[in-house]
């Protein structure tokens, strides 16, 4: 008996070792701490449509010293995982770069631990997703410690306006959704969708606005204008002490609409039952979600839809992924989509952008991250909207290995080496070009 | 005859007493609730499924924390095997289309074979059990994440999981949780022998026990027990995201309440299986009347982790209110007797 289990769990033992250190373009990659990628062939896996490896003329751009980047991650998702296929896959070989992945850096400790490995390793620049603006000026500074390149993910706010503006050579800027334009998204929808005559009272989950995240603060800014613009209302407090509330709040407003925020961290223990409870009052026919939580809360709205035989709509932030694609094909009760509405975005844009930010400095041409008075640029792109199963569908297809959105073309244009004189201005024209209509296009022609 | 009563009397007493926590804790939170915002703490289906999905998953984790606990190690793996027996499990299930009922088997086979394998390196390399545990969490949190491109298991939306939210069929696997784990640790040779191990483990080996077997079984049915609760939790949610950092701890922390409150109360029944039973539906009674009256996450967890610790502070001193009760009356009695002694003119 021993013996058996000896040999099962040495079998068990051995699978997962070599499970752990499988190169495929599998997401089991982004766990090790310092995965490196090294790139000096030019054979592109999958670049085809077909997902065949191909060889590729190198561009003259790539003629230099390899160059070493490290991309810092705060969480391993479906997003990372995309990522981590992007730039190690795809934008690699092209540009003679390596990749080194980070696990997830939940915390400033091991922000500064990974920083410093990197510098070890060699690398001569740092993609940050680790966006606590309070820290940004204490990680340049480490950056420019270790002679290396600082890009974050994230823009600008009192926090950490200093670093944009103090004229640091190593800091490459930021980049980030249009957050202003991600929340008009979910007013246009509003706006366009609902009807001022039709009675409506709405759960608005706020999420992480009271702890500040800039993206759903101005989700449900614009959430709290679009009600206030249809039904002509005025709120007793401001949009922003609302919003901004740690516990759930009634909004009080002179057309008697019943509107209830409801904050939390959907992971946290109890948020799920908290939520529920509110909507089994039985007051609420729109659930309007500024975190992303569509996947946590479909099956508690379900069975209050069935219990309380009330028909709900689901507004919400959300990326691509089983979550969001199970969601829009699954129907409620009623035979209506069990989300109206969601926003995504194309993640190989997005590390476009961060890339073009790191190789226009590495290629010697900083001017590309610098706005027109002299101040470090935060690029910036915009989310798209979703409101069908088929156009998810649709979507999710476009930004996969092989079909990335942002291809050789685009990324080719966001580069000084490319084009000399560039500017930021150009390369974030740019950036808002690539959208849904002109994909679309593209992908027809 | 007046013993056949008196025992008569002493068992309805002990059952009471049982049932007496939460009946109390639904009457104080239906009070509670009905006063500030008006509605009860149960008052539709909805309300009725979350309740029993959440004690099922409140027992099962209670009674795994319990498993090895009362033998003096304290498995903070469980978490852990909590993610990857339902992580795993719910996606073969998935594959293969076995829904719900499937789900629950292949993730309790699983969670089964992680605490199989967690108390194997238990017995034979001897580490202290909290830092197997710790290691082990590490290593089961990995293989989460590696699975399905760190997505989890994500059951809304998929076809044939909805007997997860069946009343019934949560009645059922609550009961049937009981039952056996009563019949495991209470009726069987193995319960024995637990048991004496429970009391002394270097007795029960003298006594030709064989500690290391029983300790192995106890933690695989610990991996059983915490990833059944674990297809529930999920089964609410929607989803399973895994988790790094040893994050999966939350749950055994979370659930250690109703575990040491479990114990207590089935002190009085002289079974702990249901005195975990009664812990979950008190506990799970205040969570969802905290719930009802729209408090904050913060504020909701700090009532309940503040009557943790009261009633952590009370159980650890509960034999020294018996000993002031006790000195109390014997002081009583002396100066009862004094003041009689004095009467008499002695």
């Not at chain 1, 989950?205 to 206030?228: K, R």
């Not at chain 1, 194309?346 to 190789?359: D, E, I, P």
Request: overall charge negative; aromatic content about 10%; proline content about 2%.
């Amino acid at each position: 008996m021993k013996k058996m289990f000896v040999t099962l769990l040495s079998l068990f033992l051995c699978i997962g070792l070599s499970a752990c250190g499988k190169t495929t373009q599998s997401a089991a990659t982004v766990d090790s701490l310092t995965e490196t990628t090294s790139t000096s062939t030019a054979v592109v896996p999958g670049s085809t449509a077909d997902g065949e490896n191909v060889s590729i003329q190198l561009p003259s751009a790539a003629n230099h010293k390899t160059f070493k980047i490290g991309i810092l991650e705060t969480q391993l998702s479906d997003e990372s995982t995309i990522r981590v296929n992007y730039f190690r896959d795809y934008i690699a070989p092209r540009y003679n770069c390596e990749f080194m992945f980070s696990e997830a850096c939940g915390d400033l400790n091991s922000v500064m631990t990974y920083i410093e490995n990197a510098a070890d390793a060699g690398c001569d620049a740092i993609l940050c997703y680790y966006t606590v603006p309070a820290n940004t000026e204490q990680l340049v500074q480490l950056c420019q410690e270790y002679g290396m390149l600082f890009i974050e993910n994230g823009g600008i706010v009192p926090a950490n306006e200093a670093a944009y503006k103090g004229g640091y050579e190593n800091f490459g800027g930021g980049f980030q959704a249009n957050q202003p334009a991600t929340g008009r998204l979910f007013k246009d929808y509003l706006v366009a969708t609902m009807d001022p005559a039709d009675e409506h009272s709405f759960l608005i989950v706020s999420g992480s606005c009271y702890l500040g995240n800039m993206q759903q603060l101005e989700i449900t800014t614009n959430i709290m204008e679009a009600i206030a613009e249809i039904y002509g209302l005025t709120y007793e407090k401001t949009i922003n002490e609302l919003i901004t509330s740690s516990s759930p709040i009634q909004a009080v407003n002179d057309k008697d609409i019943e509107i209830y925020c409801y904050p939390g961290l959907p992971t946290a223990s109890g948020w799920l039952e908290g939520l529920s409870a509110a909507l089994q009052t039985g007051k609420y026919d729109y659930l309007l979600i500024a975190p992303n939580a569509i996947g946590n809360i479909g099956n508690a709205v379900s069975e209050v839809e069935s219990a309380l035989d009330k028909d709900i709509t689901i507004i919400g932030f959300g990326t691509f992924g089983t979550a969001l694609t199970n969601a829009f094909n699954t129907k409620d009760k009623f035979g209506n989509q069990s989300v109206s509405m969601s926003t995504v975005k194309f993640t190989s844009l997005v590390s476009a952008m961060a890339f073009s930010k790191a190789y226009n400095m590495l290629t010697g041409h900083p001017e590309a991250v610098l706005t027109e008075d002299g101040n470090t640029n935060v690029l910036q792109f915009k989310m798209e909207s979703v409101t069908s199963a088929e156009q998810l569908a649709q979507m999710s297809d476009w930004d996969v290995p092989g079909k990335w959105v942002a291809d050789y073309d685009i990324v080719d244009q966001m580069l000084v080496v490319n084009e000399p004189g560039l500017t930021a201005k150009e390369i974030q024209e740019r950036t808002f070009a690539v959208n849904y209509e002109s994909i679309k296009k593209r992908r027809s022609d | 005859m007046a013993d056949i009563r008196k025992k008569r009397h002493e068992i309805i007493l002990r059952i009471l007493k049982t049932i007496a926590v939460p009946v109390v804790a639904w009457l104080i939170m239906e009070i509670i609730t009905r006063t500030v915002v008006g509605v009860s703490v149960i008052r539709n289906s909805a309300d009725v499924k979350t309740f029993f999905r959440n004690m099922v998953s409140t027992i099962a984790f209670a009674l795994a924390i319990s498993t090895n606990l009362n033998c003096g190690r304290m498995d903070l793996s469980l978490g852990a095997q909590m993610y990857a027996g339902t992580i795993l499990g719910g996606n073969i299930a998935l594959v293969l289309g076995w829904g719900g009922a499937g789900m629950l088997m292949l993730a309790m086979l699983i969670g089964g074979f992680c605490g199989l394998l967690t108390g194997f390196l238990f017995v034979n390399l001897r580490i202290l059990p909290m830092v197997l545990g710790l290691g082990m969490t590490l290593i089961f949190e990995c293989v989460c994440f590696m699975v399905n491109d760190q997505q989890g298991v994500i059951i809304y939306g998929s076809s044939g999981f909805g007997i997860l939210s069946n009343e019934a069929f949560i009645i059922t696997v609550s009961f049937a949780l009981i039952l056996v784990s009563t019949y495991l640790f209470q009726l069987s040779r193995f319960g024995y022998r637990y048991r004496a191990i429970q009391g002394n483990q270097k007795l029960a080996s003298d006594a030709g026990i064989n500690i290391f077997s029983n300790c192995v079984w106890c933690y695989l049915i610990g991996g059983m027990l915490v990833a059944c609760a674990g297809v529930f939790i999920t089964a609410y949610a929607g989803s399973l995201v895994p988790v790094l950092g040893m994050s999966s701890n939350t749950y055994v922390f979370k659930n250690m309440f109703p575990m040491i409150m479990g114990t207590w109360i089935g002190g009085f029944c002289y079974n702990r299986q249901i005195g975990i039973f009664m812990a979950a539906v008190s506990v799970n009674m205040l969570t969802l009347g905290l719930s009802k009256l729209g408090l904050s996450i913060s504020v909701q967890n700090m009532i309940i982790y503040i009557l943790f610790l009261l009633f952590m502070v009370y159980n650890s001193n509960k034999d020294k209110l018996s000993y002031w009760k006790a000195r109390a009356a014997r002081i009583s009695l002396a100066e009862r007797t004094l003041q009689a002694l004095a009467e008499k003119g002695c």
